[in-house]
Structure formats: C-alpha cells, structure tokens
C-alpha cells in the first residue's frame, strides 16, 4: 500500500462539495484548485459566491460534504420534524 499524501487526497476531492477544517476556522464549498502551499474553495456567499485561498499548512481536515438538504430558519431539513403520537395526544385536550 502507498503512503498517500495531502496533494494526492486533495486532488480526488477537486470540483466537489468539501469541508475544510482549519486553525482559523472551518470552510464549506467547491473544491476548484490544488496548489503548492494553497487551496482555492468556492464558498456560497450570502449574495454571491466568494472564492477564498486558504494554506494548506493551516489545515486540520478536509472531507467531502455528502448530501447538502436545505436547512430551515431553525436548523431541520424538510420532513425532520415528525409529529409523534404523544404530540397528537396532548394538542387535543
């Protein structure tokens, strides 16, 4: 088996939704370029996508993000909240 490297694990992750876990942070986005020292993630934006450069040298961990489901105001996906039997129970007395 070969020892495999950050720039090897990296470039398998190249044009897919990643995360990247940082000393400064952690940072959410597509996966566009594998440099020598840097990254360059293409993050969602509030109004449009920003595109940030971080050192590889400041990461801890950088993972494929599976499954993005749209979160509501208050965190849960749609169809997370099931109503349960006592729920139904205590709403009509």
Known sequence: MSELNFHQIAHELLKKEVEVITLQGDFVG??????????????????????LAIRIETIVAIFRVENLVPRGPFGFGP???????????????
């Open 30 to 51: 597509r996966l566009l370029e594998v440099g020598r020292d840097v990254i360059v993630l293409e993050s969602r934006g509030r109004v449009r996508p920003r595109v």
């Open 79 to 93: 169809g997370e909240i099931q109503d349960s039997p006592e729920h139904d129970e205590s709403s009509s007395h």
